[in-house]
């Protein structure tokens, strides 16, 4: 099978759907147009995932065959000078895994439970933090240790309550890559007695980076052997595989299931592994360029601004 992402991106002023193959993007409005899904056009990946069961099914095995043709030359890319990508698409809900790899938790001073004593630890990120790659990270004027974490997005496509570890793939639609920035000083508070406060350090706008691009569950077979990267400025802070996750994909998906009804659209944030800043000493500061990168789906860059 090729292998195929779901791009967003800006044409002439206009929002359009791409295809994804190898390096190069196509135009995925003309293929759904011409496999007689136009209705798709106007509401993009959005509304292939919000409907992925029934329409975005219908639209992935027409896009599944127009990547099967593009390596006989039957399409055209979109040149590349001509677009730039937008969200791939924009989250229902963002739920983040905490401290989900032994090496991170050791680097941060967290101690945890045995792993047969505890379950995921879950907390919500605004969905309105996110952008695009090649937009900027702005660090608030409040903030003076802003970090990243590069983490597997796992992206629902199906309703979901009290769902088993089993039948979990079931519920994912694909996956993307995203940057859960933190503001480190702010994620703790000391006028309440309740010590931790991540929606605040990790919901500002532009806290979020995502992308660059969906790639659908059929295209990645191994999702909990990834090799996830981010350089700052090129030079390499974090280096590992999904394979590192004390609770996995399924398990993650089980628990939050137990709690409520995962929808499509929704999206966990799986964890990130060791080489934080907070574990270096080291935050961002303006004019840094992050690139967070995982193997099977791609990269996304973005610049550190001054609010």
């Not at 532009?206 to 052997?225: D, K, M, S, Y």
Request: hydrophobic share 40%.
């Amino acid at each position: 099978m090729t292998w195929f992402g779901i791009a967003s991106y800006e044409i002439g002023g206009a929002a359009s759907t791409g295809l994804v193959v190898g390096d190069a993007l196509y135009d995925a409005d003309a293929i759904l147009r011409d496999a007689g899904l136009s209705r798709t056009i106007d509401g993009g990946l959005n509304l292939l995932i919000d409907d992925w069961q029934d329409i975005g099914a219908k639209a992935l095995q027409a896009l599944r065959c127009a990547a099967a043709d593009i390596a006989s030359g039957k399409l055209s890319a979109v040149p590349q000078t001509e677009y730039r990508l937008l969200l791939p698409y924009t989250p229902r809900r963002i739920f983040a895994t905490a401290s989900n790899y032994y090496e991170h938790a050791q680097e941060m001073g967290t101690e945890l439970a045995p792993r047969s004593e505890s379950s995921p630890y879950m907390f919500m990120k605004a969905e309105s933090s996110v952008v695009p790659t090649l937009s900027d990270v702005v660090i608030p004027a409040n903030a003076e240790r802003v970090d990243w974490e590069v983490e597997l997005a796992v992206v629902i496509g199906k309703h979901g309550r009290h769902v088993t570890v089993d039948n979990a793939y079931d519920h994912v639609a694909g996956y993307t890559v995203i940057n859960d920035v933190s503001a480190r000083d702010l994620n703790r508070r000391t006028d309440y007695p309740f010590k931790h406060d991540w929606f605040r350090g990790k919901s500002f706008d532009t806290f979020g980076p995502l992308g660059p691009w969906f790639v659908p569950r059929e295209c990645i077979a191994e999702p909990q052997n990834l090799r996830m990267r981010l350089a700052v400025n090129g030079e390499m802070m974090q280096d590992a595989t999904t394979a590192g996750m004390i609770f996995n994909i399924a398990e993650q998906i089980a628990y939050l299931s137990s709690i409520l009804t995962l929808k499509p659209g929704d999206l966990i944030a799986t964890g990130t592994p060791t080489g934080v800043g907070m574990g270096r000493g080291v935050y961002l500061k303006p004019g840094d360029v992050m690139t967070a990168s995982i193997d099977g789906i791609g990269s996304i860059e973005n610049r550190v601004v001054a609010a």
